[in-house]
């Protein structure tokens, strides 16, 4: 079955940079499009990034465009995302997502 594993969340200062990682299973992983999504506390799910199949095409939303860069690598099963300049408003819980399916998430906090 799908499995997603996310990693790479921690505790940042502002202004600081992050780098998730999410390892894919169970489907052939080069043919999906995939997601990136956030939860802050207390709020509901936020959509952060999409990339296409081969990586080529990338969508940011408004609240990180610049600050954010998705990827992948085929080779390996994996999507990243790295994260720069990060702000308080930043703090959640970050999954990785395809076919309808989240990962367990990884929690990065911003905060000095």
């Known amino acids: 079955q799908v499995q997603l594993v996310e990693s790479g969340g921690g505790l940042v200062q502002p202004g600081g940079s992050l780098r998730l990682s999410c390892a894919a299973s169970?489907?052939?992983?080069?043919?999906?499009?995939m997601y990136w999504v956030r939860q802050a506390p207390g709020k509901g799910l936020e959509w952060v990034s999409t990339?296409?199949?081969?990586?080529?095409?990338?969508y940011y939303s408004d609240s990180v465009k610049g600050r954010f860069t998705i990827s992948r690598d085929n080779d390996k099963n994996t999507l990243y995302l790295q994260m720069n300049s990060l702000k308080s408003e930043d703090t959640a819980v970050y999954y990785c997502?395809?076919?309808?399916?989240w990962g367990q998430g990884t929690q990065v906090t911003v905060s000095s």
């Open positions: 997502a395809v076919l309808g399916v």
């Open positions: 169970g489907f052939t992983f080069m043919n999906y499009w």
């Open positions: 990339i296409n199949t081969g990586g080529g095409s990338t």
